[in-house]
């Protein structure tokens, strides 16, 4: 069983296109995020989710539109593709509140590319 | 906010050998995680280690272990009798209690055979 799971794993798209990317958890944590790790490998974060609600939004394009139809899923949308929007983008989850163990259980990562 | 630096961009390791990855930090809050993270070349995130600020000893995780040092704001992950699958990037991360995780620019370790 996959603990955080996306789809699709590959994405390639023309730029201008508008793409999305979905991720889903089934370990029962409140908190998803979304990450974004560059071609120097930087690993930067872009939203945070909390049961639905948004907790975090680190200054990313308005082009990006994070949803959470539930606490287990978090997609990401993407209008008007941008070269520099080619990446890895990574779903992850983990827990709040008194059970929080800190660390965050990430997805296998979407490899995004621009053309 | 908080902030990760790790000063190595790549090192390399004999196999069989000890190497020793260095992680320093900045945060002003007293109550955090550090943790060391793997991205082998399938690209997955994988936990390698944690340590909740609170606690004094440092963690081990079978041949993984780190010296935590609060004051000085030091997080170093010693990897023992190196082996050729440890190869990867190397993540330190610093997370403030239900807060984001920020992680450090990663070092790449090579294990040579």
């Known amino acids: 069983d996959t603990a955080v799971s996306q789809t699709p794993k590959y994405l390639v798209t023309q730029m201008g296109n508008d793409k999305s990317i979905k991720c889903e958890q089934n370990?029962?944590?409140?908190?998803m995020y979304w990450y974004k790790q560059d071609s120097k490998k930087f690993l930067k974060i872009m939203f945070s989710?909390?049961?639905?609600?948004?907790?975090i939004n680190e200054t990313v394009p308005n082009r990006f539109s994070p949803k959470s139809p539930d606490k287990a899923h978090l997609n990401l949308h993407i209008n008007s593709l941008e070269l520099g929007d080619s990446a890895v983008y990574f779903c992850?989850?983990?827990?709040?509140?008194?059970?929080?163990?800190?660390?965050?259980?990430f997805g296998e990562g979407s490899r995004l590319t621009v053309l | 906010a908080q902030t990760v630096t790790q000063s190595q961009p790549e090192m390399s390791v004999q196999e069989a050998e000890t190497v020793t990855l260095s992680c320093t930090y900045d945060?002003?809050?007293?109550?955090?995680?550090l943790f060391w993270y793997k991205q082998p070349p399938s690209r997955q995130m994988i936990l390698v280690i944690r340590?909740?600020?609170?606690?004094?000893q440092n963690a081990t995780e079978n041949r993984f272990s780190v010296n935590f040092q609060k004051a000085a704001k030091s997080f170093s992950l010693k990897i023992s009798d190196s082996q050729l699958g440890d190869a990867a990037m190397y993540f330190c991360?610093?997370?403030?209690?239900?807060?984001?995780?920020?992680f450090g620019k990663g070092t790449r370790l090579h294990i040579l055979p």
């Open positions: 992850a989850s983990s827990r709040t509140g008194s059970t929080n163990t800190g660390e965050l259980f």
């Open positions: 340590q909740e600020a609170y606690k004094q």
């Open positions: 989710y909390n049961n639905k609600e948004l907790i």
């Open positions: 370990l029962g944590h409140d908190t």
């Open positions: 945060t002003s809050e007293s109550d955090y995680y």
């Open positions: 991360a610093c997370r403030n209690r239900d807060d984001k995780i920020i």
